[in-house]
């Protein structure tokens, strides 16, 4: 009998430990999918944190003063943030997610279905705007999983983009690239190029930028105006883009370049790669710059701040001179991503590659500096378990504050409360 009766006392704690932790997890998910911003007040880096209920895939942040902190894409939300708390604008069953500089207009790719083609939502964040275009893609031959297309998007936040995107069917591929206005919904096709997925898009002010291959070997970069114009067209004799960005201003282009028809390995090429800077209304190449992609402008167009082989350097957009440069490792190469910058405020994640096979990887870091060089603001990133790094960073308009997020958790500074941003 006393083995009866402890065997059902352990049988109920079993049970009542199940339940309670059934509790505590539905309690977790229930906590975790209400994103919320806490104020964190620390003398020497204050910053506002938005716990969001997914991982963060990018993010706007907008100038202090400004109504709001800015927008931030996580999941499946496209979340606005404000002082106390961050509330769903909607939501986007989308894959590719891109937001306009100033986060006025939002374009999705949701995933499509079997045999679907693939369209593109866009919406203004602050209104109930949206139109949805269809790519003018061919059907398919046998639909599957192989049918989920690329997509490369540009917006910008008077309410035009330029949208590439491209589709295997069977042994073939199908593209097509669309230039489209957001508050009509009207889209012009231009020309495709002849290698699927090697375009890259851009978009300022009035111009519209397309990188990409017409023949084995040869590569084109071309500007559109708003009514689908061809305003020019640039060969790249031997060497192929890699990506293209336009000034705020719409005045000037700049491509990174990576040379072609030599027995060079993937790092040799970045290493020996060139931005070309080049004048948006008439295709003039002014400069050549050394450095690696990917690059932004600064300092309102004159400057490119970009990668060099061991960290990140500020050159004249004109000369291509280097006005300074920081280097993030003593051996060995370093890569960057989220190159960003906004008024006198420029930032990156770096990543140092390892000295030799098998030595472990140095950690990645955020960093963020003036526009002279000076160093604002660094910390270390965090990668999972399985090396895999979720991270992004993002400068508002005119410099006055930044977004670094890993995971679901973005943080933002401003950067007149930073202890370095008043001296050297």
């Given at each position: 009998?006393?083995?009866?009766k402890?065997?059902?006392?352990?049988?109920?704690?079993?049970?009542l430990?199940?339940?309670?932790g059934?509790a505590?997890?539905?309690?977790?998910?229930?906590?975790?999918?209400?994103p919320?911003?806490?104020?964190?007040?620390?003398?020497?880096?204050?910053?506002?944190?938005?716990?969001?209920?997914?991982?963060?895939?990018?993010?706007?942040?907008?100038?202090?003063?400004?109504?709001?902190?800015?927008?931030?894409?996580?999941?499946?939300?496209?979340v606005?943030?404000s002082?106390d708390?961050?509330?769903?604008l909607?939501?986007?069953?989308?894959?590719w997610i891109?937001?306009?500089?100033?986060?006025?207009y939002?374009?999705?790719?949701?995933?499509?279905?079997?045999?679907?083609?693939?369209?593109?939502?866009?919406?203004?964040?602050g209104?109930?705007?949206?139109?949805?275009?269809?790519a003018p893609?061919?059907?398919?031959?046998?639909?599957?999983?192989?049918?989920?297309?690329?997509?490369?998007?540009?917006?910008?936040?008077?309410?035009?983009?330029?949208?590439?995107?491209?589709?295997?069917?069977?042994?073939?591929?199908?593209?097509?690239?669309?230039?489209?206005?957001?508050?009509?919904?009207?889209?012009?096709?231009?020309?495709?190029?002849?290698?699927?997925?090697?375009?890259?898009?851009?978009?300022?002010d009035?111009v519209?930028?397309?990188?990409h291959?017409?023949?084995?070997?040869?590569?084109?970069?071309?500007?559109?105006?708003?009514?689908?114009?061809?305003?020019?067209?640039?060969?790249?004799?031997?060497?192929?883009?890699?990506?293209?960005?336009?000034?705020?201003?719409?005045?000037?282009?700049?491509?990174?370049?990576?040379?072609?028809?030599?027995?060079?390995?993937?790092?040799?090429r970045?290493?020996?790669?060139?931005?070309?800077?080049?004048?948006?209304?008439?295709?003039?190449?002014?400069?050549?710059?050394?450095?690696?992609?990917?690059?932004?402008?600064?300092?309102?167009?004159?400057?490119l701040?970009?990668?060099?082989?061991?960290?990140?350097?500020?050159?004249?957009?004109?000369?291509g001179?280097?006005?300074?440069?920081?280097?993030?490792?003593?051996?060995?190469?370093?890569?960057?991503?989220?190159?960003?910058?906004?008024?006198?405020?420029?930032?990156?994640?770096?990543?140092?590659?390892?000295?030799?096979?098998?030595?472990?990887r140095?950690?990645?870091?955020?960093?963020?500096?003036?526009?002279?060089?000076?160093?604002?603001?660094?910390?270390?990133?965090?990668?999972?378990?399985?090396?895999?790094?979720?991270?992004?960073?993002?400068?508002?308009?005119?410099?006055?504050?930044?977004g670094?997020?890993?995971?679901?958790?973005?943080?933002?500074?401003?950067?007149?409360?930073?202890?370095?941003?008043?001296?050297d």
């Amino acid at each position: 009998m006393p083995r009866v009766k402890r065997r059902c006392q352990r049988q109920k704690c079993r049970q009542l430990a199940h339940w309670v932790g059934r509790a505590i997890s539905v309690a977790s998910l229930l906590l975790a999918a209400y994103p919320h911003c806490v104020w964190a007040e620390e003398a020497s880096a204050p910053y506002h944190e938005a716990v969001l209920a997914a991982p963060i895939t990018g993010a706007v942040i907008t100038d202090a003063g400004a109504q709001g902190f800015g927008i931030a894409v996580a999941g499946l939300d496209v979340v606005a943030l404000s002082a106390d708390q961050a509330s769903t604008l909607f939501r986007a069953r989308g894959k590719w997610i891109t937001l306009s500089p100033g986060g006025v207009y939002v374009g999705w790719v949701p995933i499509a279905g079997m045999g679907e083609a693939p369209q593109l939502c866009i919406r203004a964040t602050g209104g109930e705007l949206t139109h949805t275009i269809t790519a003018p893609l061919g059907e398919l031959e046998k639909p599957g999983r192989m049918a989920q297309p690329i997509s490369r998007l540009a917006l910008t936040d008077t309410g035009h983009a330029i949208w590439y995107c491209a589709r295997r069917n069977m042994d073939e591929w199908q593209q097509s690239l669309l230039l489209i206005d957001a508050a009509t919904g009207e889209a012009k096709p231009l020309p495709t190029g002849a290698t699927p997925g090697s375009t890259s898009v851009a978009a300022a002010d009035g111009v519209f930028v397309v990188a990409h291959d017409v023949a084995d070997g040869e590569s084109v970069i071309t500007a559109y105006d708003v009514a689908g114009a061809s305003l020019w067209s640039l060969p790249c004799g031997e060497l192929q883009p890699c990506t293209v960005t336009a000034s705020a201003d719409g005045k000037r282009v700049a491509c990174a370049m990576v040379p072609l028809g030599r027995a060079l390995t993937r790092a040799q090429r970045q290493l020996e790669g060139r931005v070309w800077v080049v004048d948006a209304r008439t295709g003039d190449v002014s400069t050549q710059a050394a450095l690696m992609n990917p690059v932004c402008f600064a300092r309102g167009g004159d400057a490119l701040f970009g990668v060099t082989g061991s960290g990140v350097a500020l050159a004249d957009a004109m000369t291509g001179g280097r006005l300074w440069e920081y280097s993030v490792t003593d051996e060995g190469r370093a890569n960057a991503s989220d190159i960003a910058g906004g008024g006198g405020t420029l930032g990156c994640l770096v990543h140092p590659v390892a000295s030799a096979v098998g030595a472990a990887r140095p950690p990645s870091r955020a960093l963020v500096f003036r526009a002279d060089g000076a160093l604002l603001w660094t910390d270390t990133l965090e990668r999972d378990d399985e090396g895999r790094l979720s991270a992004g960073l993002a400068i508002s308009p005119n410099g006055s504050r930044f977004g670094v997020w890993q995971g679901n958790r973005l943080r933002i500074y401003d950067v007149s409360g930073l202890p370095s941003a008043t001296g050297d």
